[in-house]
Structures are given as C-alpha cells and as structure tokens.
C-alpha cells in the first residue's frame, strides 16, 4: 500500500516479509495431539495474515485450540510503534504471545460468568432487582430492573449521560451516582439495546455488595489464579503499563450515520476512544465492562473452560448448569437498538446462529464477545473450537472487513460440525 493511501486509509506500514514480524510459540502448537493437519493450520494463519496486510492491526494476536489442545498460538506485527501516525524514528516494540491487550467489550463475557458463579454460590438471584441488594439503584424509576436484564442488554440504561466527562470512568463513586440517578428508557426488559459501558458498573455493585470483596479480588480467587492466568486483570498493575499493546484509531473516519452510531455505542468518536483507552488512568482503572487486560491464548483459556463444562486441567471452575446458563439465549434475534443490527444474546453472551451468525456459518451453537468491532473471542460447541483473535486497530469500517469475515469464514470451514454426541457441550 502506497504512502498516500496508507495516509487516507489511516493505516500502519507493512513489511513485505511477513515472517520478520511473526512470532510463534511452537511449544504451545500441538495441532497433531487435536488430529488436525498442517494445512489446517496455515490456511487459518493465512486469513490472519491477509487481516494484517490491510494494515488496519499494527499488531494482531491469535490462540486457537480444538479437542482442548491448542493447534494456533501466533502473533504478527507490533504492540507498539507502528502506527498510521508513528513516526518513522518511533521504537517499534514487536508483538508476542505474551503481550497483554485490552479485550474491551470482550471483557464482558468474563464479568458475566463471575455473576453466575455468584448465582451458583447462592449469594444472588438472577431474576431479582438489582434494588434488592443496592436500593440506591432505585432511583428515576429502576425499582424492577433485575441483574438478567443487565446482563443480557435490557437493563434500560445503555449508556452513560450525555456530556458526562470522560473521567468520570475511573471514579467508581461518581459513575455509580450516575447511575442510580439514570433514567431508564425502559423497565420491562423487552427490547434489546447494547450496554457498552454501564451494565459493568451495575454488575460490579451487585458484586462487592453481596461478596464483600472487591471485584479484581473475586476474579482472582475464583478464575484467575485456579486457571493459572499470568495477566486476566481489570486494567493492569501501573508497573505493567508499558507492556501493554497501544490502541489505534485506523482505516476510514466513520461518517453518518456509522459515526452516530459509533458515538452512541460508545459515547464518543473513534479518536477519542483511541485517546481515552491509551490514557494510563484507564488503563490501571477497573471498568468491568470493558478493560479486562490479557493475551489471546488466555481468553481462548477462559472459553475452552466454558466448553469443558467449567472445569480446567482437572479442576472445577464452576459447575457445567452455571455454564449452561450463562450460554442459553434470552429472547429472540433482535434488532439491538445501541448497535442496530440484529443480535442474539443470552444473559452475558453474544450468540451465533442459522444458516449464518456473528460467530460464521451454521453456528448456532456457538457464544462468545467481540470487543471493539474487531476483537473476536469464541467457543462453539458443534465445532469443538475455542478462538481468541486480538488486534490493536480500532478500525469500524473499510477494507479490512472481507479479511475478518474471511477469517471467521475460514475457521468454521476448516473444522466441520460434530455429530452430537461428540460435542462437549451443547447450547439450547
């Protein structure tokens, strides 16, 4: 791509040679213990590669696993230093397995099971209001609104007020004002749209009121350190700061009506989430919804864990009804009105469906979390497979989206569906 192109398109220089920034944990790439053959695996790490020439992803992480044996574990590109608007005298800090990302929305997966890891320890009921255990969230009219409703995108308060100040998001006093202060645009639960950042917060509350605990502090106990995760915090420690992968607004600015879509979601344009996740105060803050910090390879942990029927290496994460749950789908395939496009979603999960779905081709069976518009992190039981594809780049919309779609294409093309009975667990 020629400089005034990459200019226009705002994206990051790439290297003809893709193998002098490829990076390759051959010890953790056992694909022959899972069955699957070599031309599996490359043409999966081809569509990866053909994602990283559109240079929307200065850096991109990948850990696929099938059978529970990871047969992909890569990283191509930069976690730093390339991008659209780097300078050429920048130092470009190469990509690895082990470098930690946001997974920003993708966070919200994992916020969620610790909800219903809750529910199975008997310390909260789903289906009561969210006022039960913090009566302050009553107020402007949420008295009914439950903790299902949060978390499956019916709480009636996807966003935060207009004009509120970015800061805010990192003052847990202020924000959780805020929203109990909130006026819901519904109570009764029946249509879907999105909450980005606040249903976060909510669950959070509910969290440390009835725990006693805070929430990095049940994370910890209760997946983090069982799952032997080396990062899989809210943000990240400030000593650690400088390891993390910087975020960068590429490709096309968004245009209405993308752009009032993007501000909605959001509650900001795209230059200004590039500003705010690169800003170190978001970066050590715990937002539940959305800054979970860790690689691809532990994510991809995470959901083999929910296909194992919530055990890992032989020991019970939580039990296989508290995953069942946490996967069976909640109302019908909708129009979300956050993001306006169709969603399935059940109390925690972004949902795949017939003949075709976010998760790619007959995958109904299939759950997971995008984070950002590009990071794609799923399990699919008819499959199989758990995938975690992390990237750097923020773009929304461009030229890069035939390469994602080919690549989720790809995967579910590469691993066919199981018959039943060999399927490790099913969603309804």
């Known amino acids: 791509m020629n400089r005034i192109a990459r200019r226009a398109l705002h994206t990051s220089a790439v290297p003809n040679d893709l193998a002098s920034v490829t990076h390759r944990d051959e010890a953790g790439e056992k694909p022959e213990l899972a069955g699957v053959s070599p031309e599996v695996v490359e043409a999966i790490?081809?569509?990866?590669?053909?994602?990283?020439?559109?240079?929307?992803?200065?850096?991109?992480?990948?850990?696929?696993?099938?059978?529970?044996?990871?047969?992909?574990?890569?990283?191509?590109?930069?976690?730093?230093?390339?991008?659209?608007?780097?300078g050429v005298d920048a130092l470009k800090v190469p990509m690895t397995t082990e470098t930690p990302v946001c997974y920003f929305s993708a966070s919200k997966a994992v916020t969620a099971l610790l909800i219903h890891i809750l529910a199975e320890q008997g310390l909260v009921n789903l289906m009561d209001p969210v006022s039960y255990y913090c009566p302050e969230f009553?107020?402007?009219?949420?008295?009914?609104?439950?903790?299902?409703?949060?978390?499956?995108?019916?709480?009636?308060?996807p966003a935060i007020p207009r004009e509120t100040p970015i800061d805010v998001l990192w003052n847990r006093d202020e924000i959780w004002r805020l929203l109990?202060?909130?006026?819901?645009?519904?109570?009764?639960?029946?249509?879907?749209?999105?909450?980005?950042?606040?249903?976060?917060?909510?669950?959070?509350?509910?969290?440390?009121?009835v725990t006693?605990?805070?929430?990095?502090?049940?994370?910890?106990r209760h997946?983090?350190?069982?799952?032997?995760?080396?990062?899989?915090?809210?943000?990240?420690?400030?000593?650690?700061?400088?390891?993390?992968?910087?975020?960068?607004?590429?490709?096309?600015?968004?245009?209405f009506p993308v752009s009032w879509i993007v501000n909605r979601a959001l509650g900001g344009d795209i230059r200004t989430v590039e500003r705010v996740s690169n800003d170190p105060r978001f970066q050590e803050a715990v937002i539940p919804a959305g800054n979970l910090c860790g690689t691809a390879e532990e994510m991809g942990r995470f959901f083999q864990m929910m296909l194992n029927g919530g055990v890992w290496n032989g020991k019970r994460i939580c039990s296989e009804m508290t995953v069942r749950r946490s996967i069976q789908q909640f109302g019908s395939l909708q129009i979300d009105r956050t993001m306006m496009i169709p969603m399935r979603f059940s109390a925690g999960m972004m949902l795949g469906g017939n003949p075709v779905g976010l998760w790619g081709q007959q995958s109904r069976h299939a759950f997971g979390h995008i984070g950002l518009?590009?990071?794609?992190?799923?399990?699919?039981?008819?499959?199989?497979?758990?995938?975690?594809?992390?990237?750097?780049?923020?773009?929304?919309?461009?030229?890069?989206?035939?390469?994602?779609?080919?690549?989720?294409?790809t995967v579910c093309d590469r691993f066919p569906l199981m018959p039943e009975n060999r399927r490790p667990l099913v969603a309804a």
């Open 373 to 409: 518009i590009n990071k794609l992190c799923w399990a699919d039981a008819a499959r199989d497979i758990s995938v975690s594809l992390l990237n750097t780049g923020i773009p929304i919309v461009g030229h890069h989206l035939p390469a994602l779609a080919r690549f989720v294409y």
């Open 138 to 157: 009553a107020g402007g009219g949420k008295r009914t609104i439950t903790i299902h409703q949060v978390l499956s995108h019916r709480g009636g308060i």
């Open 223 to 255: 997946l983090r350190k069982p799952m032997g995760m080396k990062w899989f915090t809210y943000g990240i420690a400030p000593a650690d700061v400088d390891k993390l992968a910087g975020n960068y607004a590429t490709g096309p600015t968004p245009r």
């Open 45 to 86: 790490w081809h569509s990866v590669e053909r994602l990283y020439r559109t240079g929307v992803h200065p850096g991109i992480q990948l850990s696929v696993r099938h059978r529970g044996e990871q047969i992909l574990h890569r990283a191509i590109g930069h976690a730093s230093g390339n991008g659209p608007h780097d």
């Open 212 to 220: 006693g605990d805070t929430i990095e502090v049940y994370i910890d």
């Open 180 to 209: 109990c202060e909130a006026k819901p645009v519904e109570v009764d639960g029946a249509k879907v749209a999105y909450h980005a950042i606040t249903g976060g917060f909510v669950l959070q509350r509910v969290l440390e009121k």
